[in-house]
């Protein structure tokens, strides 16, 4: 019995008491603005599911690897896809993309072109392709 009371009592001698709380929450959060190319929806490819995929693109965009392809989702429609930049920067700052979209409706291919102007990317040329 006296070792047990001397076992509890050495917690506190290695600086451990009760009195000790783990905090969390501490930093207050702070809002992130993710890039986003301009640009509206196809006619087809509901609004929501375009911003996911032009958030995914603009990463893919950004990447190092020249045949990147990003995957998205929207976990609201359950859509998903992938946007992927196809080949290299043309002289004008353009590079065309590919998107692709799983909805409820099917397989569809998106195509376009993303040109940086500044500090903002712009689609344009944007098209559905037609279902897989």
Known sequence: MCAALALAGCGSLLGMSDDDQLVTGSLKPQPVALSMPLGEAPQGIASTDWVQAKVALDQALKSRDAGASM????????????????GALKDNGCRDFRIGVVDSTGEHWVQGEACRDGKATTLSQVRVLGRA
């Open 71 to 86: 995957p998205w989702q929207n976990t609201i429609t359950g859509a998903r896809g992938t946007s992927t930049p196809l």
